[in-house]
């Protein structure tokens, strides 16, 4: 009946207008409504945002608006692209070992005690050879100077050992060693788990000498200094006596002395004439017949405005060479006499200019636009 008394009365044209308009109110309601709701969350999500720019804790969202409702999983937001990973770092080496004196080995930045002197010795001439294996009979030879006991291998094996005990601590039981390794009949370092100072006073000096042939003197004796800061003694000491290790320790101290001359020679280009000369004058009495570090005193000692020095010191060499050798001095050392003698303009210092560092570009004011 009621059904039948709404149809009857929606029949006349004045009720149906009048339903229309209640109908009408009733979207107006709620699309205000939905409206507010809209605003609401609208002032939450910037809220959050505002939190989570400046580094503040966020707050909870409203229950049913997550960030996952903006962002289903997977998916980026717009105009924002998505994200590199940081490049790993390389891996640092395990131990680094010091070499160019008495040996010395760093484990997690921390100087671990190497033990008794064959035990150093042993490692000394393991550091000679890195990354290449050393055959136990020849490790044998060297520690025992041709007069090995009957124990001497079983000695190795626990100097061995008590080296991979210290220089890898924390190596599971077990686990293969990943620094002191075994090769074949023999054992070697590892050269990517080794860091030897050996290796870094060479690459040091080959960038000086790049430097100083790149008309770069200052930053040339930077990288001189940083290459014979390294040296602490004799190369191997615990096991310079061995003629396994004697090769590589003769190459070495001529590389130092090589290096030595190459700083002077740089301090001569930077102006510093005075401080070649001290540092040339002590160079040529512990190495009297090296005639490029005779050269450089000589050059040294005439820039610094004295001549007649500079000339007595060639003549002393050229006297040297010929009663211990039998030899005259290089070209290079006659002509240099003679360019002293006679007040060579060539031989006067003259500043290079340093290399200039690329400047920031500058950035022109915006011009205004015409109104």
């Not at 608006?65 to 080496?93: F, I, L, M, S, Y």
């Not at 070499?99 to 005690?113: C, F, K, S, T, Y």
């Not at 390794?181 to 054992?187: D, E, N, Q, V």
Request: with cysteine.
């Amino acid at each position: 009946m009621a059904n039948e008394r709404v149809t009857a009365g929606l029949a006349s044209p004045g009720a149906a207008h009048a339903w229309r308009i209640a109908e009408l109110e009733r979207e107006v309601r709620e699309l205000r409504r939905t409206n507010t709701l809209l605003r609401t969350y609208v002032a939450q999500r910037l809220d959050l945002d505002a939190h989570h720019d400046t580094g503040r804790p966020r707050t909870p969202a409203a229950p049913g608006h997550a960030q996952d409702a903006r962002h289903p999983a997977g998916e980026r937001p717009p105009n924002r692209p998505a994200p590199h990973p940081a490049p790993a770092p390389a891996p640092a080496p395990a131990v680094v070992l010091r070499a160019l004196g008495p040996i010395e080995a760093v484990v997690g930045g921390r100087p671990v005690d190497l033990g008794a002197p064959k035990q150093r010795a042993l490692l000394a001439l393991l550091a000679s050879t890195v990354g290449r294996p050393v055959a136990c009979d020849v490790l044998v030879e060297e520690l025992w100077t041709g007069s090995p006991p009957p124990a001497a291998l079983s000695s190795l094996h626990a100097y061995v050992a008590n080296l991979r005990r210290v220089l890898e601590p924390h190596r599971a039981p077990r686990t293969p060693p990943t620094v002191l390794r075994t090769s074949g009949r023999g054992y070697l370092l590892e050269r990517r788990s080794v860091d030897v100072d050996v290796d870094r006073f060479t690459g040091r000096a080959a960038l000086a000498w790049q430097l100083q042939e790149s008309g770069d003197p200052h930053g040339a004796l930077r990288a001189f200094d940083q290459a014979l800061a390294l040296w602490r003694g004799p190369a191997y000491a615990e096991a310079a006596d061995s003629a396994y290790v004697r090769p590589d320790s003769a190459r070495l101290h001529e590389l130092r002395l090589s290096v030595t001359e190459g700083r002077c020679a740089a301090l001569l280009a930077a102006g510093a004439h005075e401080i070649a000369v001290a540092d040339l004058e002590a160079f040529v009495q512990d190495h009297p017949l090296r005639e490029y570090g005779c050269e450089l005193l000589g050059l040294a000692l005439y820039r610094a405005g004295r001549q007649a020095e500079a000339l007595a010191v060639l003549r002393t060499h050229q006297r040297r060479l010929a009663q211990e050798l039998g030899i005259d001095p290089r070209p290079a050392l006659q002509r240099l006499q003679q360019q002293i003698l006679h007040h060579a303009p060539s031989l006067d210092w003259h500043p290079r200019p340093r290399p200039a560092r690329p400047s920031a570009p500058r950035l022109r004011p915006p011009v205004a636009a015409p109104l």
